[in-house]
Antibody
Framework: QVHLVQSGAEVKRPGASVKVSCKAS????????INWVRQAPGQGLEWMGW????????DLPQKFQGRVTLTRDNYKATAYMELSGLNSGDTAVYYC??????????WGQGTLVTVSS | EIVLTQSPGTLSLSPGESATLSCRASQSVSDSFLAWYQQQPGQAPRLLIYGAFSRATDIPARFSGSGSGTDFTLTISRLEPEDFAVYYC?????????FGQGTRVEV
């Protein structure tokens, strides 16, 4: 059974960075992309990018380029999303999700990131 | 960027009734790369439909997807109590992948 387990909630000051981890189990980690999606309180879903664990290729929307870094540790079957230059608009639940041809077949439990001074 | 517009914003129905949710794209979605998700309060989304009409693993047959080009539909026949939730469409035919704003199905 596929499981994606994310790191715990974070509270950050404006201007800081946050790094969220996503540990995968139940499948061969390098065979599926890992995507990141966020959801601000009471709002909809926003795709932040994908990473191919096998070759390190990635794609991010232009709005996140330069602020989001996607990495992975294949030995630990873990993906990471780092977001820098935090502001109040980045307060959200951040999800990792296993890619399925561009859709997202399995999701982590979500990580709440709160940006507050 | 492809903008997805879902309608209606809220659908008020009773268990046993059918629901029809619409997702309209600002430009054609290539190869019908369109997915639907269900999200319950406080939970992560769950994949229902991919490729416009293929049901994901363990999704009941009462959920069906249709459409192509710019117009897509999710139909839920005979609503069960657990189907009352928010539904999102997502296109993955053109980067950046985008989501609709969601349709809430409520009692």
């Amino acid at each position: 059974q596929v499981h994606l387990v994310q790191s715990g909630a974070e509270v950050k000051r404006p201007g800081a960075s946050v790094k969220v981890s996503c540990k995968a189990s139940g499948y061969t980690f390098i065979n599926f992309d890992i995507n990141w999606v966020r959801q601000a309180p009471g709002q909809g879903l926003e795709w932040m990018g994908w990473l191919n664990p096998s070759n390190g290729n990635r794609d991010l929307p232009q709005k996140f380029q330069g602020r989001v870094t996607l990495t992975r540790d294949n030995y630990k079957a873990t993906a990471y999303m780092e977001l820098s230059g935090l502001n109040s608009g980045d307060t959200a639940v951040y999800y990792c999700a296993r890619g399925f041809g561009g859709s997202f077949s399995d999701w982590g439990q979500g990580t709440l990131v709160t940006v507050s001074s | 960027e492809i903008v997805l517009t879902q309608s209606p914003g809220t659908l008020s129905l009773s268990p046993g009734e059918s629901a029809t949710l619409s997702c309209r794209a600002s430009q054609s979605v290539s190869d019908s790369f369109l997915a639907w998700y269900q999200q319950q309060p406080g939970q992560a989304p769950r994949l229902l439909i991919y490729g416009a009409f293929s049901r994901a693993t363990d999704i009941p047959a009462r959920f069906s997807g249709s459409g192509s080009g710019t117009d897509f539909t999710l139909t839920i026949s005979r609503l069960e109590p657990e189907d009352f939730a928010v539904y999102y469409c997502q296109q993955y035919g053109s980067s950046p992948w985008t989501f609709g704003q969601g349709t809430r199905v409520e009692v």
